[in-house]
């Protein structure tokens, strides 16, 4: 039990000396205080005046004056009740603390003074009863202000003859120490709750070193138990080597603090990396009375330091044999640079990594604002996506880089690593990419035919714009759909289509040139050329190229062609064998075998007609099989006359005229006849036969042409018969030899007419020749032009030498062709009636100048001298193209055969009326025969002369169109050797803009 407060000894004493009984006595009879009623008046109740005369009774007493003064100003409130439990009395800090006034206090029940429960918790011990003095923590009421705590003492005070007087309570306000014990309770389990849970190990020590206290973290990274912890020796944890270190340090003797780090044993007798603070603990008195070490596991730190430095080791090996540029930035310097950064920029290490040097002299320009700007976002904590940029190199040399930084930590300061791949080539590789690709797009785009890609599986990638004249559709109709499911390739092509297909995707084997019928979109029938390529991406075939030509017209154009000769070839038969065979009958077996070869029929007749017996009877016929026989067959003249007309009918069995169905059917039926030609034979008027040409297998059409020529054929056979009869009768009567001229007059007549038109009809045969060749000519150019374009880049991508020589040797076969496909349609052209010319005024001296300037490399390589001596005021009216056509192929025939560092001249003079135009060289010269000749088309005078670039076709060329100007073109040299010198002439002045020059 705590020891009892000075002031209470102090009472007690007082309580000896019987001075407080007495108090109390005569407090309770002077003042006559009732038993039960607490409402006396309050002068009379006063504590004041009880005191006061308690001091003039007893001022002699120097004993009670000192009580008196403890009991007035101790700093503890201390209250007297009488025995019946109420406050008779109280020191001033009894107001204080209670909050309580002096009226309110008196006579107060101490009851009302506690909280009910703690009441009953005093009541419980019964002081009074058991005459004891007690002591106890407890809460007492504070008026208006809530509970406070409080250790209170309690005396019981008694009479002389032992009897309960009263008590006194001794009051001491403990509320703030019990606000500060239960902050300490509250700090101490902060403390215990940090100390068992804290993520590094603690341990307390005795003064004798062995372990008193730890924490959870220690049993785990030491991996003992508690039993295993305690008073353990703490050296133990160490290794000696750790322990002779620490040892060494004196911690304990000089008191101080101490950090290193070490490592401890485990369990296992395994070594721990720890950091390991140590601190020595002392009493009041300066002594060492033991030690706190906190320990905290270091070992994945350590393993992550030699990783680190693996790390980096690897990362300077790697960095140093790195094909990029590899930099450290730090604060705006570099300090560190690999090889690589020498190699490329031109700085040494050195000059890297000197205060004085600025990283921006490393920067394009154009690019220094950028750099600052991500520069200063990475200062600000922020990541950058990698970019590209161009550095300039100590030579000043420009360099196409793409850097990527990231933010690290260089001697534990923020700094920046960055990477930086040199992309010039890579650039420069695109660039050329980009143009390949935009000649293939040019190509692709603007070819005459159309280009189709297709993937593996059939469907449309790309496709170009031509795709809407063949099929009609534009090409987004066609991209992303499957060819095989449009509906264009027409069945019978389409099994032909698909196996082509199977063998380029799964074979690799391109397809050259096939014919195919498509339907396009207006459901007209079109002639397609085709030819089909593998695409194939690394060693795989990925897909199909087909480029796809629309030859209907030139199908068409070649069949109408065929068709013409075929006709002509059998009309050329035919009269052959007129003017050869001298009987009519044999005659029309002949040609009745010839046309019905010719028109593929089942059957060609020659029908005879009675006139007396008003019938017409068949008495040859023809069949397929090849065999001529006679037939008769009756068809009554009515129907002649009504059905059978002065030029061709048809018959078909499905549209017989019901007049004639009697008797034409049956006909029909009995030789299964399907459709009928028949043509008249004889006088116009009255003619004496008719020829027949019979299906049996279809109802076919019968051409126009096809009509013609079996008519011509009973026109020649009428003709022959004529000419037979003719001969016959001029034997037979011997009539005058005027009279046989006079028919051979006329019969020379009439063939001459025939051969007038068969003049007419070769003409007309060689103009559809002129235009078959123009549009072979263009058919041919359209493929060479992708051929043309794309060559060249294939060569730029080979490496193989033999591929590349060849690809070369391909490339100037294939420009020469063009080259004499271009010259030969420019000379279609011009010999066109209706070529224009569109005329405008030209300097001529100018015109001439801009010649020369486009010859440049042509002359300068052979150091050629070109001199204009026109002069400056000479104009002409011509087509500003053709003219300089004109003067290319002269300047360029002049410096072709001209020697090394010669002379060539061009001069012209006005008579107002034409400008003459010379071009002189002296280069090898020509004979009178090869002048004669030298604007013949396709012309080479010698062999000297045949380059492989020349066709013939250049001074051709200029003749037609020195002549479309109304002018004229010569030469004249005076021989080998003397050089040759080229005139033509223009005029002044032509009178109209635009003329439209009619071929000669």
Request: charged share 30%; glycine share 4%; with cysteine.
């Amino acid at each position: 039990m705590r020891e009892e407060p000075d002031i209470v000894k102090e009472l007690r004493n007082a309580e000896k000396f019987g001075l407080l009984e007495g108090f109390i006595k005569n407090a309770v009879e002077e003042l006559a205080i009732p038993k039960e009623s607490a409402e006396a008046d309050y002068s009379q109740r006063s504590s004041m005046k009880v005191k006061k005369e308690i001091n003039k009774n007893h001022e002699e007493l120097e004993l009670k004056e000192k009580y008196q003064t403890i009991f007035e100003n101790y700093t503890i409130a201390i209250t007297l009740a009488d025995n019946h439990e109420r406050i008779i009395s109280w020191n001033k800090y009894a107001e204080e603390l209670f909050n309580m006034n002096e009226k309110e206090l008196y006579l107060t029940p101490v009851r009302t003074l506690y909280p009910e429960e703690e009441w009953q918790k005093i009541r419980s011990e019964n002081i009074r009863q058991k005459g004891i003095k007690y002591r106890m923590e407890t809460r007492m009421i504070r008026k208006n202000k809530g509970i406070l705590d409080v250790e209170i003492s309690l005396c019981v005070l008694k009479g002389k003859y032992g009897k309960i007087a009263g008590s006194v309570g001794i009051i001491k306000d403990i509320t703030r120490l019990k606000e500060t014990e239960r902050e300490l309770k509250t700090s101490e389990e902060k403390y215990r709750t940090i100390f068992e849970n804290s993520a590094v190990a603690i341990t307390i020590t005795d003064e004798h070193e062995k372990i008193i206290s730890w924490n959870k973290c220690a049993e785990k990274i030491l991996g003992m138990s508690k039993e295993d912890l305690y008073l353990k020796p703490v050296k133990l944890l160490y290794p000696k080597e750790e322990w002779k270190k620490i040892r060494s340090q004196n911690i304990r003797q000089k008191g101080l603090q101490y950090h290193l780090e070490t490592k401890v044993l485990n369990n296992n007798n395994e070594t721990v990396d720890v950091d390991l603070s140590l601190s020595v603990l002392k009493n009041f008195n300066g002594k060492i009375i033991g030690s706190i070490g906190v320990l905290q596991d270091i070992s994945i730190y350590k393993n992550m330091e030699k990783n680190l430095k693996e790390s980096l080791d690897k990362f300077r090996d790697l960095a140093e044999e790195s094909p990029n540029m590899i930099f450290i930035n730090k604060n705006g310097k570099i300090v560190y640079a690999n090889k690589k950064c020498e190699e490329l920029m031109g700085y040494s290490r050195k000059e890297f990594y000197s205060p004085k040097f600025n990283f921006l002299k490393l920067i394009a320009p154009e690019y220094k604002d950028l750099i600052l700007k991500n520069f200063k976002k990475h200062t600000d904590g922020k990541n950058i996506s990698p970019y590209e940029y161009t550095l300039i190199t100590k030579k000043r040399k420009r360099i196409d880089a793409i850097i990527s930084t990231k933010l690290i930590k260089y001697d534990n300061e923020p700094a920046i690593l960055g990477i930086i791949t040199d992309i010039t080539d890579r650039k420069l590789t695109e660039e050329k990419l980009r143009e390949s690709e935009w000649k293939y797009r040019t190509v692709f785009e603007n070819a005459n035919d159309e280009i189709i890609y297709v993937d593996k599986n059939g469907t449309i990638l790309d496709i170009n714009k031509k795709v809407k004249d063949v099929f009609g559709y534009s090409p987004n109709e066609l991209i992303g759909k499957k060819f095989n499911k449009l509906g264009f390739v027409t069945l019978k092509d389409l099994p032909k289509i698909m196996k082509i297909f199977k063998n380029v995707i799964l074979k690799g084997k391109p397809v050259d040139k096939i014919e195919l019928e498509i339907n396009n979109k207006n459901s007209n029938k079109n002639i397609l050329e085709a030819s089909a390529n593998p695409v194939v991406m690394n060693g795989k075939t990925v897909g199909l190229l087909s480029v796809v030509r629309d030859i209907t017209d030139r199908k068409n154009l070649e069949n109408k062609l065929y068709r013409q000769n075929e006709i002509s070839a059998l009309r050329a038969n035919i009269w052959e064998k007129a003017v050869n065979i001298n009987s009519e009958e044999i005659l029309i077996k002949k040609l009745l075998n010839t046309i019905g070869q010719f028109l593929n029929v089942d059957k060609a007749s020659f029908l005879r007609i009675n006139h007396q017996k008003k019938m017409v009877i068949s008495e040859i016929q023809w069949k397929k099989s090849g065999k001529i026989q006679k037939v008769k067959i009756n068809i009554p003249y009515w129907m002649v006359k009504r059905f059978f007309g002065k030029s061709h009918i048809i018959f078909k069995l499905k549209n017989i005229p019901a007049l004639a169905k009697p008797i034409v059917l049956p006909i029909f039926n009995k030789y299964n006849l399907k459709s009928s030609l028949i043509i008249p034979y004889g006088d116009v008027d009255y003619p004496s036969g008719y020829f027949t040409a019979d299906a049996c297998k279809s109802h076919r059409e019968w051409k126009e042409d096809e009509i013609a020529l079996f008519s011509e054929v009973s026109r020649i056979i009428q003709l022959k018969g004529e000419q037979i009869k003719s001969g016959e009768a001029i034997i037979m009567k011997n009539k005058s030899l005027e009279e046989a001229q006079d028919k051979l007059y006329n019969l020379n007549k009439s063939l001459d007419e025939k051969v007038r038109k068969r003049t007419d009809e070769v003409n007309k045969l060689l103009a559809q020749k002129d235009n078959f060749i123009y549009q072979l000519g263009h058919d041919l150019k359209n493929p060479l032009t992708p051929l043309v374009n794309l060559l060249p880049m294939i060569e730029k991508t080979e490496s193989d030498p033999k591929s590349k020589e060849a690809l070369q040797v391909l490339t100037r076969n294939v420009n020469r062709i063009k080259r004499i496909v271009v010259q030969t349609l420019e000379l279609a052209e011009l010999n066109k009636q209706d070529h224009y010319i569109n005329f405008e005024k030209i300097n001529l001296y100018e015109e001439v100048e801009n010649s020369i300037k486009d010859q440049f490399i042509m002359y300068n390589e052979k150091e050629i001298k070109l001199k204009n001596k026109i002069d400056k005021n000479i104009m002409v009216k011509a087509g500003k193209v053709q003219l300089n056509e004109v003067f290319i192929n002269l300047i360029n025939n002049a410096v072709k055969y001209s020697p090394v560092k010669s002379n060539i001249s061009i001069d012209a003079h006005d008579d107002g009326e034409f400008v003459t135009v010379s071009v002189k060289d002296s280069g090898i010269g020509m004979t009178q025969d090869q002048i004669d000749n030298i604007f013949d088309e396709f012309y080479k005078v010698d062999e000297s002369r045949h380059d492989f670039d020349s066709c013939g076709l250049g001074l051709s060329i200029c003749m037609r169109i020195i002549e479309k100007h109304g002018g004229r073109i010569w030469v004249e040299s005076e021989g080998l050797g003397k050089g040759s010198t080229f005139y033509f002439t223009l005029p002044s002045s032509p009178k109209l803009e635009k003329v439209k020059i009619i071929r000669n």
